[in-house]
């Protein structure tokens, strides 16, 4: 016997109360990562599509607009001797009949950036645990990781806690060679540095930054931003307040890091200015040496 495809039947549609169940358990299972997503092109012209497989056999799929009320969720398994289809469309939040078609598309692009997001952010720690530098090849893997999250996302409160204590940790060392953009015109001091660069093995490495923009009040504390770049595809910012009571850590890692780069900004400006003026004098002494 011949199984055909469900949706060519008009009147043999799955139940309603049978697809909410349905979107209902994927979105459980999708939020624990009992399923997990990827992304595909199945949809129309400016939609977002996934798929996932169920098991080996069967596969969900769904597609839909990310301003628009409207998506399509389609459900493939394959059996002996024939195959098994049903498609479920909505355009009209009205019409979905208790089935979660936002929630559940909501809840696979969450998964997709969550990944997304993780992969770059191990990309990063990559750089900054090998601040010497990586070979080219690896350089590659992890552009990849991190302009797949581009410049419009953001890591978790916790994966910039991680990135800041490291940059914190390297910049005591001396491992960043932060330097002051003296003539820069922001506000504030902007402090920057390129980790793991070299420009004879075309290694392009990671470009780091701190802007530290004084209160406007005496009360007030320094606010920082740190970014991170790569070739202006990959380049995020963490807007660093000592107010933000959901990560008080992250201000006092900041500060940490402001104070050492400073300190370091002030000894070179006193070096440098003791070198010229030594230079000075050396000039003066060669002029004595000449004969008159």
């Known amino acids: 016997m011949t ?5 060519d039947k008009k009147d043999l549609g799955v139940d309603a109360n049978l697809w909410e169940l349905l979107v209902d358990k994927a979105i459980r299972k999708t939020k624990s990562k009992g399923l997990l997503w990827s992304t595909t092109d199945r949809g129309p012209d400016n939609t977002r599509s996934y798929e996932t497989a169920i098991d080996e056999n069967t596969t969900l799929s769904i597609w839909g607009y990310e301003r628009n009320y409207s998506y399509e969720l389609c459900l493939d398994k394959r059996m002996e001797g024939g195959s098994f289809e049903e498609r479920k469309r909505v355009t009209v939040k009205k019409n979905a009949q208790g089935i979660d078609f936002s929630g559940l598309f909501k809840a696979v692009q969450d998964q997709i950036s969550s990944a997304v ?28 990781c991190m302009d797949a999250l581009g ?3 953001y890591f978790l409160y916790s994966q910039d806690e991680e990135i800041l204590s490291l940059v914190r940790d390297l910049t005591a060392t001396g491992s960043i ?6 003539d820069d015109d922001r506000d504030g001091q902007y402090f920057h540095a390129d980790i793991g660069q070299d420009d004879e093995k075309g290694i392009l490495g990671l470009y780091v930054s701190l802007l530290a923009v004084p209160a406007s009040s005496k009360a007030g504390a320094t606010i920082y931003t740190f970014g991170l770049m790569n070739e202006g595809i990959f380049d995020v910012e963490m807007t660093i307040d000592a107010r933000n009571k ?3 850590r992250l201000w006092k890692i900041a500060n940490e890091i402001h104070v050492t780069v400073s300190k370091k900004a002030r000894e070179d400006d006193v070096e440098f200015r003791k070198i010229v003026r030594n230079n000075i004098v050396h ?8 004969p008159s």
């Open 151 to 153: 410049d419009r996302d």
């Open 177 to 182: 060679a932060w330097k002051l953009q003296a």
């Open 246 to 248: 959901r990560a008080p």
């Open 117 to 144: 997001r993780e992969r770059a952010f191990n990309a990063v720690v990559q750089y900054l645990s090998n601040p010497k530098g990586i070979d080219s090849e690896k350089e590659s893997e992890l552009y990849e």
């Open 3 to 7: 199984l055909v495809s469900i949706s």
């Open 283 to 290: 000039d003066i002494l060669a002029s004595l040496d000449r």
